[in-house]
């Protein structure tokens, strides 16, 4: 069973910063797609950032972006999201996620077959 296990999550201050990981622990290790997507109670898991591995392009939220910055390891295993500038709406549970699939809309949900459990970041002003 593929298994992705994210890290980093916490607790910080408004204007405070946070960098996320998300690490693949069982084959096949790479994928062509990774995200990193946000959920709060209540409401439907939101896509914030993605990458596409084979060559770096990626995609951000317009809420997001200028803010956060979705990355790589060198070997492609580890997934990063740097959130810069954190806001109390970037509350909720953070989840990676990824695909070997060629996707249309790499910030939807729905386009990914492999999840992690998901880490907590809360803001607080």
């Known amino acids: 069973q593929v298994q992705l296990m994210e890290s980093g999550g916490g607790s910080v201050q408004a204007g405070g910063s946070l960098r996320l990981s998300c690490a693949a622990s069982?084959?096949?290790?790479?994928?062509?797609?990774w995200g990193w997507f946000r959920q709060v109670p209540g409401e439907q898991r939101e896509g914030i950032a993605a990458?596409?591995?084979?060559?770096?392009?990626?995609y951000y939220s317009d809420d997001v972006k200028g803010r956060f910055a979705i990355s790589l390891n060198a070997a492609k295993t580890t997934l990063y999201l740097q959130l810069n500038d954190l806001k109390s709406d970037d509350t909720g549970m953070y989840y990676c996620?990824?695909?070997?699939?060629?996707?249309?809309?790499?910030?939807?949900?729905?386009?990914?077959?492999?999840w992690g459990q998901g880490t907590q970041v809360t803001v607080s002003t």
């Open positions: 069982t084959y096949p290790y790479h994928y062509d797609y």
């Open positions: 990458i596409y591995s084979i060559d770096g392009f990626t």
């Open positions: 996620a990824a695909t070997n699939l060629l996707i249309p809309y790499p910030l939807q949900a729905s386009e990914y077959r492999y």
